[in-house]
């Protein structure tokens, strides 16, 4: 029975789905052809076509915020020594004392060498009589007396300015105002060449030194504004960028950067930790994407757009790139629709699925 009732099925759908020998596969044939043919196609065309995400082209700002550790020192700060070494004869500062640009710290052997100023001065003075005797003496005196009684003055004159050299080095003079710190000189001492005897550090203006990447450090400029912040005192403190180093440290492969801040409340010391924003703007009213939607090419960069669902190549025209985003200069328009996912496996022309659509872009993120 059930045998039975399944040919039957199978012979009833084999008559409906097949042109009678009537009408020798007449129009009632064609017409069911076309009827499935309808059915397949756009199951085909969705099936061929690539899913991608798209983002929707708005005017944005470029610009990048870097938030980075700091270290505080004085804006000058110097390691004060005597170039010429010698008996410590008077200190004449201590530890936190203000002082002045150009005033007396620590005197060095200034007796030792006043004394050889003065010896060279009777030198100086016997050779100018030599000269000038020799001089009056016209051509009386043989040439080369007279030459080397020239010599000899001009030996004496250059001994003079040493000592002169050397009484002006005997003495520590403050190079700019600042504080004394860490002085290591006392009265008595025989001070080495060289060897530090105290530091000098300006606290009315303060630096902070950051270090930044190969990527970020080609957005900054002298000049930016930044803003300085430390848990040791409580504010924010406005600086600006006054140096970067065009050449990497050969250890960290980072950039250091100079932020300077005016400090004439005294509120940040050298060797305080600090953290530094800067806000490096690259043009207003500008079209940035991300650096990942661009499609390299032989013949150039471009984009791909989706229009009328098909994948359109775009050439485009890049200017800076902010970390991870490029400002594009020509190329794109307000309103462009951007594929951004699936892009690399496209071609001109290919059909394309949008599963979602964006806006661009904020902080180089899509909108959803």
């Not at 924003?277 to 471009?302: N, S, Y």
């Amino acid at each position: 029975m059930k045998r039975t009732v399944f040919l039957s099925i199978v012979l009833a759908l084999s008559a409906a789905g097949c042109p009678s020998s009537e009408d020798g596969g007449g129009n009632g044939g064609t017409a069911r052809a076309d009827t499935s043919d309808t059915v397949l196609a756009p199951a085909v065309a969705r099936a061929a076509a690539t899913r991608v995400e798209l983002a929707v082209i708005e005017e944005s700002e470029a610009s990048i915020e870097l938030v980075l550790p700091g270290e505080i020192t004085g804006a000058r700060d110097a390691i004060l020594g005597s170039a010429m070494g010698g008996f410590i004869e008077r200190v004449l500062v201590e530890n936190g004392d203000e002082v002045r640009e150009g005033q007396v710290l620590v005197r060095v052997d200034t007796a030792m060498a006043s004394a050889r100023l003065a010896q060279s001065a009777v030198e100086l003075r016997s050779a100018e009589r030599e000269v000038g005797r020799g001089n009056r003496l016209g051509a009386s005196l043989a040439q080369a007396q007279r030459d080397a009684y020239q010599t000899r003055f001009d030996a004496a004159e250059a001994a003079h300015q040493s000592a002169r050299i050397a009484v002006s080095r005997s003495v520590i003079r403050a190079p700019f105002p600042g504080v004394i710190a860490n002085l290591e000189a006392d009265r008595g001492e025989i001070a080495v060449p060289g060897a530090p005897l105290l530091r000098l550090v300006d606290l009315d203006e303060v630096k902070v030194t950051i270090s930044v990447s190969d990527r970020d450090v080609v957005t900054l400029r002298e000049g930016m504004a930044a803003t300085i912040t430390t848990d040791a005192a409580s504010g924010v403190f406005e600086g600006s960028v006054s140096h970067v180093n065009p050449v990497a440290d050969l250890q960290t492969r980072s950039f250091l950067v100079d932020i300077s801040v005016a400090n004439s409340d005294r509120r940040l010391l050298p060797g305080m930790i600090a953290q530094v924003r800067v806000r490096a703007a690259l043009g207003e009213a500008a079209l940035i994407i991300p650096q990942d939607w661009v499609v390299t090419k032989l013949d150039g960069l471009g984009v791909y757009l989706e229009q009328d669902g098909q994948a359109v190549w775009r050439p485009i025209a890049l200017g800076p790139v902010v970390r991870h985003q490029v400002v594009v200069n020509e190329g794109l328009e307000l309103g462009a629709r951007v594929i951004t996912t699936g892009h690399r496996e496209l071609e001109e022309g290919d059909p394309v699925l949008v599963v979602r659509e964006g806006r661009c872009c904020t902080d180089g993120r899509v909108r959803f």
